[in-house]
C-alpha cells in the first residue's frame, strides 16, 4: 500500500515509517516538524534504501491538506500527527484542542474527499482514565482523561467511530502504553524538546549528563517497591503493531476497532531504573520526591485482542529497551542534530 503517515518524523512516527519499508510499503509524510527535526528522515532513508517524500506543514492547513491527497496517489493513513503533552496541555487547552481535533477533521475530510478508506490512529491508554479495572481491557466503557491531551484522545476516538460508522471507513484505533527504547543501529531514538516529560528519556539524559539526577515520584504506593508501575514497550514493538493493524483492516468486520500495544505486565519506576544502571555498567544519581499529583499507582495492558486478531505481541525486555535507549543516547547526546 501506498501510506500516507502524519507526524512521520516523530518518535513513535519514524521508526513506523521504517517498519513499513521493511514490510514492503511505499511512505510518504506530512510532518509540521513543531516536534521533531528534519534529520530523522535522512536516518530512515540511509537504513532503508528507500526515498521518503515529506510535506512539511501543518495538518490544520484544510487547503494544504487537501491539496496533498489530491496530487498524490495515497491508499491509507496512519495519523500520529498531534500535541502529546500533559502537563502543557493544562496550561494551554485551547492549542490542544485546537490542533489535535482541527488536525483529524482536516484530515478525515480529505479522506473521505478522496475515497481513502483505511486509518490507523495513534491513541493512548490515558483514554481508559482513573477508574478502570487492570488490567485495562479494550471493552472498558465509558472512556475518560484527566488532562484536556487525553479529551482529545477520547473525543477523536468518537469522531472518527461515528465517521466510520457512516461512511464506511475502516478504523484501527491503537491505544499504546508507554513507549521506550530506540532502533537496534543507535541511529534513531527519542528526542524529546526541552526537559523530558517521560521517564526514560530523562534517565537517558541523566546517564549521558544532560541531568543531574533522577527524581522519582513517590515510593509509598501501594506496589512491590512502593513506586509506580507502568507498561512498557520497545518502540519498535510498537512500530511491527501499527503495521500489523494497517495490514488486518480489510479483514476487520465492523469499521472501528480498539487494539492495546503494550508488553501487558507492570515494571516500576525502580526496575526500570536498574535496569538502565545495568545497561550503563554503572550506578545513576536519583531522589525520592513527593507523589505527583495524578499519577496511578499502577496499570497494564490486557494485549489478548492484539495478539489473537493482528497476530501481534511485544517481543523485547525491559533490557532490551534500556540497552537500545543508551545506545542511542550515548552516540547521540544531544538527540539528533539541527537542520
Known sequence: MRVLVSGGAGYIGSHTVLSLIEAGHDVLVVDDFSNSKPTVMARVESLTGAHVPVHA?????????????????IDAVIHFAGLKAVGESVAKPLEYYANNLGSTFALVNAMRHHDVRRLVFSSSATVYGDNAPVPYHEDYQPLSASSPY??????????????????????????????????????MGEDPQGIPNNLMPFIAQVAVGRR????????????????CERDYIHVEDLAAGHVAAL??????????????????????????????????????????????????????????????????????????????????QSANPQGYPEG
Not at 527524581?215 to 513506586?227: M, N, Q, V
Not at 469499521?255 to 545495568?278: H, I, K, M, W, Y
Request: with cysteine; hydrophobic share 40%; net charge negative.
Open 57 to 73: 506543514f501543518d495538518l490544520t492547513d484544510v487547503d494544504k491538506t487537501e491539496r496533498l491527497f489530491a496530487t498524490e496517489q
Open 212 to 227: 543531574e539526577k533522577l527524581a522519582i515520584f513517590g515510593d509509598d504506593y501501594p506496589t512491590a517497591d512502593g513506586t
Open 247 to 328: 495490514e488486518h483492516l480489510d479483514a476487520m468486520t465492523e469499521p472501528v476497532r480498539a487494539f492495546n500495544l503494550g508488553g501487558g505486565t507492570g515494571t516500576s519506576v525502580l526496575e526500570l531504573f536498574r535496569a538502565f544502571e545495568r545497561a550503563v555498567g554503572h550506578e545513576l544519581p536519583y531522589e525520592i520526591a513527593g507523589r505527583r499529583a495524578g499519577d496511578l499507582p499502577a496499570y497494564w495492558a490486557d494485549t489478548a485482542r492484539a495478539a489473537e486478531e493482528l497476530g501481534w505481541r511485544a517481543t523485547r525486555t525491559i533490557d532490551d529497551m534500556c540497552a537500545d535507549t543508551w545506545r542511542w
Open 150 to 187: 487525553g479529551r482529545t484522545k477520547v473525543m477523536q476516538e468518537q469522531v472518527l467511530s461515528d465517521v466510520a460508522a457512516a461512511d464506511g471507513l475502516k478504523v484501527a484505533l491503537l491505544r499504546y502504553f508507554n513507549p521506550v527504547g530506540a532502533h537496534r543501529s543507535g541511529t
